[in-house]
């Protein structure tokens, strides 16, 4: 069998794996190639970027992760909002944010925003019985 045929050479299972990042738990799953972060809302998205190593603290890790042809996506209300690894094309946006070499998804960003301020909405109209 060929390495081609084998897949990556590292493959990670997670069942109840759970992270947590200054106070703020996410759960962590994983197809195989792919381990998925699932951040539960915006706000703790924010603090948890706070708590990340800037840009240069980012290379050890992405580097490790497209050695073992695996991507690590960050997932904000369920919207995929930065990758890093494998499966990452880091553009303009992760440059500019100083979030190189990860892949920022300006959509996903976009989305787990909006869906921040519907759930918000429908947090008040329920707290005042509409």
Known sequence: MSTTERGSPLAVVTEDLTLTVDGVPMAVRSTGERLFVEVPTVRA???????????AGLVGPDRLLR???LTLEFRVRGRTVALIGA???????????GAFPA???LAGLIGAGGDGVLATAATCRRLLGR
């Open 67 to 69: 050695t073992a042809d």
């Open 45 to 55: 998205a924010v603090e948890v970027a706070r708590e990340l190593p800037d840009s």
């Open 103 to 105: 892949e920022v998804r």
């Open 87 to 97: 499966a990452a094309r880091p553009g303009r946006l992760a440059r500019r944010i």
